[in-house]
């Protein structure tokens, strides 16, 4: 068996440290969010309306609610589309994240990653719809890097890029139906997740594939470290759907779920180094931290994979 090393394009532990670019891009997202109000209501799961009580945990003074039905992960207040919009696309932060420094580095550090990505897209194109070459629309990309990537896929016929980040220009307003959607970690900072997949759907020709990747609420990470995590914070992390979360979503949406898997390899690592920010109530993580045992760990990580337990969510679907 091939094993990726797989990850999220975000922002990672490992990228955490002084003066780096994402550190510095985590006190941005910081500084923007200390300036809110923060909320004090909980409103209902956003894919299946449940009603939700119980809070995970606080990140930056937002309270992250789960799910009763399928333990997916969210914003317990919704955020407001202005204030989405300025964090996203005119905020301190967004200006840096469109930087040409910020983008070469990004370009540099997720090189092998997108090359994996690509691999992994282009098996799946194959093994679903054949070996031609097809129109793809890639969805709110904010990697420049990862579009060049995509020009040199040989399944490609023409691509539209949709709704993109700055310095991304190149948006393609009159995109015909297309035979495959690529999303990638865009639905995490989806504040209606399902509204983003219906107009995604509608643009899909039936048969034709959606594939994404996603964070996920329910990974092993996510649910031991809670608001010690670095990696997860608002309004980078909105969304945070199981895998069930996410088959139900792709359902109403109007796909049917191919495959769906948490490949993630990093769980482990991402608690290793999270030291002594492990909840202090975590006894036997941190027992098992403590023994300093790499092949436990890793064999740690294979049983999180293999049972849908890791953070990080592949899935591929098929427009109904
Ligand atoms: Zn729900």
């Known amino acids: 068996m091939i094993r990726y090393e797989f990850v999220d394009s975000a922002i990672r532990d490992e990228d ?161 139906e297309t035979d495959i959607v690529l999303l990638i970690d865009v639905l995490q900072r989806e504040a209606k997740p399902l509204q983003l997949l219906k107009r995604i759907a509608k643009k899909v020709k039936p048969g034709g594939l959606l594939i994404t990747t996603c964070r996920s609420g329910s990974g092993f990470d996510v649910l031991t470290l809670q608001g010690n995590s670095e990696n997860i914070f608002p309004m980078d992390h909105i969304f945070l759907p199981s895998p069930q979360g996410m088959e139900f979503l792709l359902n109403e949406a109007g796909f049917e779920v191919l495959e769906l898997a948490t490949p993630g390899l990093l769980d482990m690592k991402y608690v290793q180094n999270a030291g002594e920010n492990i909840p202090k109530n975590q006894y036997f993580l941190r027992y098992i931290i403590e023994q300093r045992d790499e092949l436990l760990l890793e064999r740690m990580q294979g049983f999180l994979q293999r049972n849908n337990l890791s953070s990080h969510i592949r899935c591929v679907a098929r427009k109904k």
């Open 16 to 176: 955490l440290h002084p003066d780096s670019f994402f550190d510095r891009e985590r006190k941005l997202a910081k500084d923007f969010i200390d300036d809110l109000e923060k909320p004090h209501t909980i409103d209902p799961c956003p894919i299946c309306g449940s009603p939700r009580n119980e809070i995970l945990f606080k990140k930056w003074g937002f309270p992250y609610a789960i799910c009763p039905k399928s333990w997916t992960i969210g914003l317990a207040s919704l955020p407001n589309e202005n204030i989405m919009q300025e964090y996203f696309r005119h905020s301190e932060l967004s200006d840096f994240r469109a930087s040409r420094k910020y983008q070469d580095e990004v370009s540099k550090k997720r090189k092998d990653l997108w090359e994996n990505q690509l691999g992994w897209i282009e098996g799946r194109v194959s093994r679903y719809i054949g070996n031609e070459k097809y129109t793809v629309a890639d969805w709110e990309c904010r990697f420049a890097g990862w579009i060049d990537f995509l020009k040199t896929a040989g399944f490609k016929d023409k691509l539209f890029v949709q709704e993109p980040f700055a310095p991304i220009n190149e948006n393609t307003n009159d995109i015909e």
